[in-house]
């Protein structure tokens, strides 16, 4: 369905801010607004407060173009190249997942939980960084911590720095890198990572099929990624060192029993905002 074409000709009204978000059918409205919003580079309240105000043929244009781009399902992040995380704004492209709200959690019990190791000089990485919203929220709240950002897409990587040079923040290296083949070991304090954990063919896929899918689906059960992970963080931890992960929603026992048998303890899950269980920590004693 296009957006009713008579708008604009109707009696030769105006087409203005409030005729062209009424004519946006089949598109929720917080969507057009966005939308619009962007085509105009204006907060939504301007459009509020200036519903009358004419869009000239151009900004007619590109609002249609954007709303036939949502309509094929393409996510509002990728069309307007922004998403918003830990009230930071991020760039982001297809080479990069979204960040999600639930994501803030890992930021969130990361900050909580290195209280007791210390502030300055602590290493973190962040494993399969994508946009860098993790490294860089965590980045922003800890100036002095040394924070090493890996990934293997040399794409998401220049999204990252990208981010990181637009939000002024200098205290984060991005890295290629395999998970955490060719590291040290002890040499973090704190490893975080939000990796692939979606099962391959999962019907919710479809959903998320704009996605870059090496950073979603991880084998057959969702672990691939996970076990390595694990494995691969007890050695380059330092003794008494955090490990944090994402999980799926239906994940927690799987994990437990992961984590448990590589030796981690002091092992606790954290719930997200619709109670289910999202971060897992452990330390590596």
């Known amino acids: ?27 929720e409205r917080l969507d057009a607004e966005v939308l619009l919003s962007h085509v105009l580079d204006r907060p939504r309240s301007y459009l509020h407060a200036w519903p009358e105000r004419p869009l000239t043929p151009g900004e007619q244009s590109r609002f249609m173009s954007l709303i036939r781009r949502r309509r094929a399902g393409e996510p509002i992040a990728y069309i307007t190249g922004r998403q918003e995380f830990w009230s930071l704004t991020f760039d982001v492209n297809r080479a990069t997942l979204i960040p999600r709200p639930e994501t803030e959690l890992l930021v969130e019990t990361a900050l909580q939980l290195a209280d007791p190791i210390g502030s300055y000089g602590l290493r973190l990485a ?3 960084t994508g946009s860098g919203c993790i490294a860089l929220a965590l980045a922003h709240e800890r100036p002095r911590w040394q924070i090493t950002a890996v990934d293997v897409s040399d794409d998401a990587l220049q999204m990252a720095q990208r981010n990181a040079r637009r939000l002024g923040i200098d205290n984060v290296e991005f890295l290629w890198n ?6 040290s070991a002890n040499t973090f304090d704190i490893i975080v990572s939000n990796p692939p954990y979606i099962r391959a063919g999962d019907p919710h896929l479809h959903d998320i ?39 799926g929603h239906d994940q927690s026992e799987a994990v437990n029993n992961l984590i448990q048998a590589a030796g981690y303890t002091g092992i606790q899950f954290k719930r997200d905002l619709a109670g289910i269980p999202r971060v897992c920590a452990g330390w590596a004693r």
């Open 126 to 128: 962040d494993l399969g």
């Open 1 to 27: 369905m296009s957006i009713v074409p008579s708008i604009a000709r109707m009696n030769d009204t105006p087409a203005t801010i409030k005729h062209f978000l009424d004519a946006a059918l089949g598109t």
């Open 178 to 183: 395999d998970w955490l083949s060719g590291f």
């Open 209 to 247: 099929r704009h996605e870059p899918q090496t950073a979603l689906v991880a084998g057959p059960d969702g672990l691939d990624a996970l076990r390595r992970i694990i494995a691969e963080a007890k050695t380059c931890l330092k003794p008494n060192g955090l490990l944090l992960l994402e999980i």
